[in-house]
């Protein structure tokens, strides 16, 4: 493994951009750890760490597992990535809904810079929304719950504006990270932040288990672990190839085309997009209850929510779950995939599939295989996410068990971010010295 590591610390430009995204990493893990100004870090770190063995930990396990533990810490970054990430995808569905964006996204290289500057836009106003509604929450103590001590020191508006704008302000800094690193860097900068987040809390909780649940349980974990990274890889490197033949044309003397190749259609073409939409979905429940009653209310409806849709192992909170991941899977396709455009483009460049007419026949029957495809996609997404839900209700374990550092989302991020950077790793040392990352 070692001499496979060698060929990128050779090559000049390639350890440039590794030591790039390595000192981002590490600028973003400072700052995840940094408090904000008028926090009590001290009393939030007893809070947090009492929350831990709570019977709310599966709700701050949700929303604290993307920041790297920087949200329930208030930290300069406690807002993290998830703004840009949301940002992001709903200007991708209103290139769907509005034609000024779907115009935009078809003037190249200009539309897209529009597309992105709308997009911090909608960052920053988000970004500035979320840590209104946290800094509130826990002014009037609804953010930790039972935690009696103060975590603010100070709860004047002035002292709240300054720790909303030091979020916003980390949370703008965060997304420009994210963009350093995809365009100077190697690998998806925002994918990559999300990666060291969830990466940075492995060794603690792992010791957590093995601490609380002993070293038997801690090695089945381990070897559970093993058995998901198998099935996640198999998915995601699988792929269905759709057969592509190039007619033959003349080009003043030269001939070009001919030629046969395939166009590859993953099997999760959506990646963690749509496990990552519906987890923050589903804690929009919760973070209402919380920001109407401070959580303490005893109304019928409330008490509904808090135990079928906020509980991990509810059976209604396992089957919603996995129904919007299914949902948001066939959706995220149908919005980065066109089927359509692919046929013209394959038509214009003389290219069919052998036994399919050219045009809209072809168009269809992408859409067909896409469609098929997408289905055992979407149900390996939902199994993978739910699986420590249905370990606790199978098992009976409780909430202390559902803060697994190791089972469903975690476990399928770091795989798939990791495959993604190693695939272009692999295609930088390829263009400069034929010789692959992974021999």
């Known amino acids: 493994m070692l001499s496979a590591l060698v060929p990128i610390f050779r090559t000049p430009d390639l350890r440039r951009k590794i030591l790039i995204v390595l000192g981002i990493l590490v600028l973003y893990r400072f700052g995840a750890t940094l408090p904000s100004p008028g926090v009590n870090f001290r009393n939030v770190s007893e809070c947090v760490d009492d929350l831990a063995n709570g019977a709310n930990a599966d709700v701050y396990s949700l929303i604290n597992m993307f920041s790297g533990g920087a949200l329930l810490q208030l930290s300069v970054f406690a807002i993290g990535i998830m703004p840009y990430i949301t940002a992001s995808i709903i200007v991708q569905l209103l290139m769907v809904v509005i034609p000024r964006f779907e115009t935009l ?24 929304l979320q840590a209104t509604a946290i800094v509130a929450m826990a002014s009037r103590g609804s953010l930790l719950q ?16 300054v720790i909303v704008i030091t979020m916003t302000a980390g949370a703008v800094l965060v997304m420009w990270f994210g963009e350093l690193i995809t365009e100077r860097g190697i690998g998806n900068g925002m994918s990559l932040l999300i990666f060291a987040g969830i990466a940075s809390r ?20 381990l070897f559970a672990v093993f058995l998901i990274i198998i099935a996640v890889v198999f998915v995601e490197q699988g792929q269905r190839r759709v057969p592509v033949q190039y007619a033959k044309r003349m080009v003043g003397r030269k001939m070009y085309g001919g030629s046969s190749t395939y166009l590859p259609l993953k099997v999760n073409t959506a990646g963690v997009i749509p496990v990552i939409f519906a987890s923050s979905l589903l804690y929009l429940p919760q973070l209402i209850i919380q920001l109407v009653s401070g959580g303490q209310s005893t109304a019928g409806w409330v008490q509904w929510i808090q135990t079928n849709l906020v509980n991990p192992g509810s059976w209604v909170h396992i ?64 199994i993978i996410a739910i699986l420590p839900n249905l370990f606790i209700e199978l098992t009976g374990s409780g909430s202390n068990m559902s803060n697994l550092p190791f089972g469903g989302t975690m476990v399928l991020i770091i795989v798939v971010v990791a495959l993604d950077t190693t695939k272009q790793i692999e295609s930088q040392l390829m263009q400069r010295n034929y010789e692959g990352f992974l021999k």
């Open 105 to 128: 996204r078809k003037e190249g290289q200009a539309g897209q810079a529009k597309i992105t500057q709308y997009t911090r836009y909608l960052t920053v106003a988000l970004a500035l």
């Open 146 to 161: 039972g935690c009696t001590k103060p975590i603010l020191d100070k709860t004047d508006i002035f002292s709240l504006i």
């Open 202 to 221: 492995l060794p603690a909780d792992g010791q957590n288990i093995l601490q609380s649940q002993g070293g038997l349980t801690f090695g089945l974990v």
């Open 319 to 382: 089957a919603v779950y996995f129904a919007l991941i299914i949902f948001f899977t066939y959706f995220y396709v149908a919005i980065t995939f066109n089927p359509e455009e692919r046929a013209d483009e394959m038509k214009k460049f003389g290219g069919f599939i052998p036994g399919i007419r050219p045009g809209k026949p072809t168009a269809d029957y992408l859409n067909y295989v896409l469609q098929r495809i997408t289905l055992p996609g979407s149900l390996y997404l939902g």
